[in-house]
């Protein structure tokens, strides 16, 4: 990766944390809120691969860790681990097609599912909330808004490459 864009993208993700770590809580429905990086990863999978998705995953867990305070480590396995998942779906020739369609969002889905069942089944060990209860009020609810959240860039990838159908 060349150096300027190793800048932009370092960029975009120290804006996207501070998104995810200030902004979004603002925005959140009955304590839910989509999650950004989750976005992002999925983005960063299908432009440079699995690879690239999987150390991004960590390393952005990692941070999110260190920002919240709460089970260091906990965000940097799930978000690893989403990383790891969504590079499976990496193809350089459909790319642009991929990002600009419907393909995102479900893309998208999968990946914020994975992440979330990780996530809530470590998280609720040795507390009062029941597994399934927290996964479905939570992981599933920010599944969800992170899907619909997911539709903007889909915006602006299929008007950058001035298709007006989405749904291909």
Do not use: C
């Not at 864009?5 to 998104?19: D, F, Q």
């Not at 999978?45 to 991004?56: E, S, Y």
């Amino acid at each position: 990766m060349k150096t300027s864009l190793s800048i932009r993208y370092a960029v975009i993700t120290v804006i996207l944390i501070l998104i995810q770590t200030t902004f979004l809580r603002f925005i959140s429905v009955g304590g839910v809120t989509p999650d950004a990086i989750v976005l992002w990863l999925v983005y960063l999978a299908l432009r440079f691969g699995q690879i690239h998705a999987t150390v991004a995953g960590f390393v952005l867990g990692l941070t999110l860790d260190v920002i919240g305070g709460d089970f260091i480590g906990l965000s940097a396995l799930s978000k690893t681990v989403s990383g790891f998942v969504a590079g499976y779906f990496y193809n350089e020739e459909k790319m642009e097609q991929t990002l600009a369609s419907y393909r995102y969002t479900v893309l998208t889905m999968l990946v914020s599912m994975v992440h979330n069942v990780i996530y809530f089944s470590i998280f609720v060990q040795g507390s009062e909330m029941p597994f399934w209860r927290t996964l479905f009020l939570y992981g599933m609810t920010t599944t969800a808004y992170t899907s619909v959240l997911s539709f903007l860039p889909i915006f602006g990838f299929s008007r950058a490459r001035g298709d007006r159908v989405l749904l291909r």
